[in-house]
């Protein structure tokens, strides 16, 4: 355990506030992730790539990073590197299992400027602003975590611990809400530059550590220009993308808009407008919420015949089979792809719930609770299912 001067924790988070206003300086780094949510085990080869360690096992990710217009990013993947690496305004996707890489050149506007840490969010101070720092480091998920501070937190300092070979003070973070199903949070932070090091997730209860992302390695100063350009090898199959003006514009051409923070009070209050995830509440207790929706709850249907799970008949339709690529309601039917699979056995994992507010599915990991109710409404959040629940009937009501 390192020895470092006694701080306490209003410093600490002041300090955590002034260093986030600063450059971070050019560094190249290792970040762990690891991740051990308590889903229900799904198939055998449905966790699709990377992706799959987000839920439960670990990865690793290298990073370089130089500025906000010169950034890195590798992982591993199957029989591979999957590898982004951001030069001015030309961003490069390079996956070496496909031997296949696309070229996106991003607008002016978004690759030029910043060299703020940023929030995780895509915020600008103006027309040249650049992106923040990738998301995947802890201090992206720290600076969202520490602006939700207020009354509904216990804030404390724990013993110092060295993390990547640094001394740091560790803040705790806990909810004075039972209703979440967070225990608690500790943040690592650097004695030197006061920048997160490493951000814990316990579940409430038994629960125990529920995820962790941090740095393993850690060295300050920039990194050889290289790492940032690229070139496809002979060979590989390239693809040149283009991106709307604005991030806004590329949420919604993706179809899944930019959620609504509006308090606690009714979905359909939402000026968002339909079709908008929705934000309720504040804080520990923030849940997720999608309007009802026709469409989802004839994909849920078609998944559920598709798996031919008898034991929720009458939830979301009839049981009977149908064939695949079709919905037995007449709506499009669910696209097969690598998600499928999950899907299928997430639901078949959830047990079907009612009350006054209607009925639906839950499925409650260590840390998430989700609700996907009759008529076709995603509720998600770190919280227990009585939060949903009063969400939805507040909703209905």
């Known amino acids: 355990m390192p020895l470092l001067p006694p701080l306490t924790a209003a410093q600490l988070l002041a300090d955590v506030a002034r260093a986030a206003q600063q450059p971070p300086g050019p560094y190249t780094a290792t970040v ?15 966790q699709p790539g990377a992706a799959s360690s987000l839920a439960s096992g670990t990865q690793a990710i290298d990073i370089w990073y130089a500025d906000s217009q010169h950034i890195r990013i590798a992982l591993p993947v199957q029989a591979g590197e999957s590898d982004a690496r951001l030069d001015g305004r030309t961003l490069w996707l390079w996956d070496s299992s496909t031997q296949s890489a696309t070229k996106v050149m991003l607008p002016a506007h978004v690759s030029g400027g910043s060299t703020g840490q940023g929030n995780g969010a895509g915020s600008a101070s103006g027309p040249s602003a ?14 969202q975590l520490l602006h939700a501070i207020g009354p509904s937190t216990l804030v404390a300092v724990q013993s110092p611990v060295y993390v990547a070979n640094r001394p740091a003070y560790q803040l705790s973070l806990a909810p004075r809400s039972s209703q979440s ?6 943040i690592a932070i650097d004695a030197s530059r006061s920048i997160p090091l490493r951000i814990e997730v316990y579940g409430r209860g038994s629960a125990g550590l529920v995820y962790s992302l941090g740095f393993t390695a850690l060295s300050f100063g920039t990194p050889a220009a290289s790492n940032f350009s690229f070139s496809p090898p002979a060979g590989a199959t390239v693809t040149q993308a283009t991106v709307p003006s604005s991030p806004g514009a590329l949420l919604r051409g993706l179809g899944i808009g930019q959620p609504a923070w509006t308090g606690r009070a009714p979905l359909t ?4 407008g339909a079709g908008t995830p ?25 998944l559920l ?4 799970v008898s034991t929720h008949e009458g939830m979301f339709g009839s049981s009977a089979s149908a064939a695949p690529g079709s919905s037995a309601s007449g709506q499009p039917a669910v696209p097969v792809g690598p998600y499928l699979a999950p899907l299928q056995a997430l639901l078949a994992a959830a047990k079907p719930v009612s009350g006054s507010w209607g009925s639906g599915r839950l499925v409650q990991t260590a840390l998430v609770s989700v609700l996907v109710t009759s008529k076709g409404q995603i509720l998600a959040g770190a919280v227990t299912p009585a939060v949903l ?3 939805v009937a507040t909703d209905a009501g």
């Open 389 to 391: 629940y009063a969400d």
């Open 181 to 186: 199903l967070i225990g608690r949070v500790l």
């Open 32 to 46: 762990q992730q690891t991740a051990n949510l308590g889903l229900p085990e799904l198939p055998a080869g449905a």
């Open 278 to 302: 929705t934000v309720i509440g504040t804080d520990w207790l923030a849940v997720v919420a999608t309007p009802p929706s026709p469409a989802v709850t004839a994909a849920v249907r078609q």
């Open 305 to 308: 015949t598709e798996q031919r």
């Open 269 to 272: 209050s939402s000026p968002a």
């Open 130 to 143: 650049g992106p923040p720092l990738p998301p995947v480091t802890p201090q992206a998920a720290v600076t």
